[in-house]
């Protein structure tokens, strides 16, 4: 593979890991904090409805998930390609 191809591959996986990750996050932060509370909220997790717990903390703890599965997978993805930092 090629200097140039192997570049190209690796930004193609970069940006698609980053493209999951902002989606998941999207649907997380906006859709179930916002747009799918009313529904969210007929389920209860400790007392509160699940659309303000995940409006609350949840989409935080998602996000703490995301930056570990993140940097995660990227470093699958350097060595994948060479770019590891070791």
């Known amino acids: ?6 570049a190209k ?18 649907l997380v932060s906006y859709g179930a904090g916002i747009l799918f509370a009313p529904l969210l909220n ?3 997790l400790g007392g509160y409805p699940l659309g303000f717990w ?7 703890y998602v996000f703490i998930a995301l930056i ?7 470093g699958q993805i350097d060595r994948k390609f060479g770019m590891q930092e070791d």
Do not use: E, P, R
């Open 9 to 26: 591959a690796y930004w193609s996986a970069t940006l698609g890991l980053l493209t999951k990750v902002l989606v998941i996050w999207a």
């Open 68 to 74: 570990f599965w993140y940097a995660h997978k990227m």
């Open 42 to 44: 007929n389920i209860s």
């Open 1 to 6: 593979m090629s200097s140039d191809s192997n």
């Open 54 to 60: 995940f409006a609350q903390q949840g989409s935080i």
